[in-house]
T-cell receptor, first 114, second 116 residues
Framework: DSGVTQTPKHLITATGQRVTLRCSPR?????VYWYQQSLDQGLQFLIQ???????AKGNILERFSAQQFPDLHSELNLSSLELGDSALYFC?????????????FGPGTRLTVL | SQKIEQNSEALNIQEGKTATLTCNYTNYSPAYLQWYRQDPGRGPVFLLL?????KEKRKERLKVTFDTTLKQSLFHITASQPADSATYLC???????????????FGQGTILTVHP
């Protein structure tokens, strides 16, 4: 158990809908990362937050947005969902968010868009 | 374009042998390289980190090498066991700080199967 929690574990929804994925980092970690894992694209970095502020951005679609709240939990919002958004979404956390920190991954949320 | 390649999609070895996995990269200047293990349906688990100025790092049965001239990292598991069967991912961080921070770029992974 990494200490990172994600809810829900599974999510099934329809095209065009909007969903929110939630992540609680390990106690004491200030940085949160979001990743998407699909069979064809592998594990792709989406976005990083540090203590409430956006720190780094990957190839995150405009339909996706995220935030980190004062209690350090984070939410990833996915809107206007398409079939291709079906994937495993992982949240990870680290202490300071610096490059040499190991990242602790949560169990993931499996999103299925029908 | 930037690319990270892990040489085999799958690697099968006998228990007790050494597994060697390869990670090659092009058009990167990584400051750090990390290796993770991922079991089916679960999140990746950090194994080892090596810095650009380090040649080798060890942890128990694991060893990582980093050759910035060849643009390659090798990951070794000695005395392999069936419990080592998993997907192994290499990940790069392009800069030591600046705007990259903790942005990991992952390879596609190598599925290792250790047969009893």
């Amino acid at each position: 158990d990494s200490g990172v929690t994600q809810t829900p574990k599974h999510l099934i929804t329809a095209t065009g809908q909007r969903v929110t994925l939630r992540c609680s980092p390990r106690s004491g970690d200030l940085s949160v990362y979001w990743y998407q894992q699909s069979l064809d694209q592998g594990l792709q970095f989406l976005i990083q937050y540090y203590n409430g502020e956006e720190r780094a951005k990957g190839n995150i679609l405009e339909r996706f947005s995220a935030q980190q709240f004062p209690d350090l939990h984070s939410e990833l919002n996915l809107s206007s969902l398409e079939l291709g958004d079906s994937a495993l979404y992982f949240c990870a956390s680290s202490g300071t968010g610096l490059a040499y920190n190991e990242q602790f991954f949560g169990p993931g949320t499996r999103l299925t868009v029908l | 374009s930037q690319k990270i390649e892990q040489n085999s999609e799958a690697l099968n070895i006998q228990e007790g042998k050494t597994a060697t996995l390869t990670c090659n990269y092009t058009n990167y200047s990584p400051a750090y390289l990390q290796w993770y293990r991922q079991d089916p349906g679960r999140g990746p688990v950090f194994l080892l980190l090596i810095r650009e100025n380090e040649k080798e790092k060890r942890k128990e049965r694991l060893k990582v090498t980093f050759d910035t001239t060849l643009k390659q990292s090798l990951f070794h598991i000695t005395a392999s066991q069936p419990a080592d069967s998993a997907t192994y991912l290499c990940a790069l961080i392009a800069n030591a700080g600046g705007t990259s921070y903790g942005k990991l770029t992952f390879g596609q992974g190598t599925i290792l199967t250790v047969h009893p």
